[in-house]
């Protein structure tokens, strides 16, 4: 799915029309969160593109919709904090960009609309109950390929190593997300009679 076709999705339900004919009533404003574990320097160029979609579909901050933007610096333990304020802003929906970040929000709330712009997946991590029937208050995009291709993937390093013995997985605990894709790989070692390990990082 493109960045047009996602601001659809997000906007589309949320806002009544990019702009309203003069007869008809001022549109809704729409109080949108966004939530990401990056600091402003690692994905601020994102969540302007995100501003552009909506200006491009003919929506106008501050008149349609606000954003606000809550970045949690690369600290895990931060994201809590910026989910319940974001809850607390009373968003009519919350954006998140990672795993990390959905898990945070739909602690806070299990009613209000959350749409995922990446998750790993969405069913093993507990988000939704199924792809066809998510349920709940989550939705979004999956990228399970991510997880599916973690086996291959030391398939063609066993290939391109073929002495190598160790591997090291460095991963975000505080990620859900991490908790699959590591669970995979130590299928896929296993089954290559390899040893790995898991290396967290803060």
Sequence with gaps: MDRRA???????????GPVAAEAQPPPTVAKIGLLTPSSP???????????????QLGY?????FVLQARYGDGKS????????????????????????????????TRTMP?????????VGTGFVASLARPGGNVTGLAYGVAV????????????????IR??????????????????????????QRRHSSQVPTA
Excluded: C
């Excluded at 320097?41 to 200006?55: D, I, K, P």
């Excluded at 319940?84 to 602690?107: F, G, Q, Y």
């Excluded at 959350?114 to 969405?122: E, G, N, W, Y």
């Excluded at 599916?148 to 002495?163: Q, R």
């Design 166 to 191: 160790r591997v090291a997985v460095l991963s975000n605990p505080a990620n859900p997300g991490t908790l699959l894709a590591t669970k995979d790989v130590n299928a896929a070692a296993r089954s």
């Design 114 to 122: 959350i749409v995922m712009a990446l998750s790993t997946d969405p």
């Design 60 to 64: 106008i901050e501050g008149q349609t």
């Design 77 to 108: 333990e931060r994201l809590a904090d910026l989910a319940r304020e974001l809850v607390r802003w009373k968003a009519d929906v919350i954006v998140t960009s990672t795993d990390v970040a959905t898990a945070a929000v739909r602690r806070q």
């Design 41 to 55: 320097a690692g994905s601020g160029h994102l969540v302007e593109a995100f501003r552009q979609g909506f200006r």
């Design 6 to 16: 996602f601001i659809t999705m997000v906007g589309g339900s949320i806002l009544g």
């Design 148 to 163: 599916e291709t973690i086996g291959k993937g030391l398939e063609l390093l066993n290939e391109a190593v073929p002495k």
